[in-house]
């Protein structure tokens, strides 16, 4: 949307978050295999990454062959060789397997997916319309997230035939991850994991809250 997000061509913005939205392949396998299944997958892809992203920042050959592939989709702080960084897609890994691993299935996959979802439109919509700033993104960005983020809780709570106040829940989560996104810079929190560890932690105890009261 703004700040840290602007240093790359709009052109490789699109083809990065092209990259990112295919991570939506993520919750569908994990949602056809066991839990932990799902999980040791999930481990084991994003130890693979990390190993990736290690070697791109300490192995000179392996930066050498890398960076032609790579190094235009990535941002000022993954580029650094004075301190390592993870790329994006380890985090999103870290994500998914964190996620999938705290919170309950429905809210899990529900909360990766907005993450996948709404930063990816938040972020283009945001750099190409935002001209008004909200904390350290765009207005208009932020909206596009929230409107989303609502968009992927009816869907899931349609596939899943959730009762009303799971989609109440839903839209005070999205409300919740979007300020989270739009707030990350300043918190120095990668968003990869603080959207939808807000967004899973408000439709959580939600939800137990909601229990206690039927």
Known sequence: MTGSKAQIT???????????LASLLIPIIYLQLGHWTGIAILVGMTVFSVVVDSLMHYHEATRAFMMPLVGPLLRTHELRVDRFRLT????????????FLVFPTLIGVTAFTVLIISDTFAALVGRRFGKKQFLDKSAVGTATFVVTAIGVVLVY??????????????????LAAGLAEAASTRLKLDDNIFIPFTFGVVMWFGE???????
Not at 10 to 20: D, F, L, P, V
Not at 88 to 99: E, R
Not at 158 to 163: C, D, F, G, T
């Open 10 to 20: 709009y052109s490789n913005e699109i083809a990065r978050k092209g990259i990112h």
């Open 88 to 99: 994006g897609a380890s985090w999103v890994l870290v994500a998914a397997t964190l996620t």
């Open 157 to 174: 709570g349609s596939i899943y035939a959730q009762p009303l106040w799971f989609y109440a829940l839903g839209v005070l989560a999205s």
């Open 208 to 214: 137990i809250f909601t229990r206690s009261l039927l």
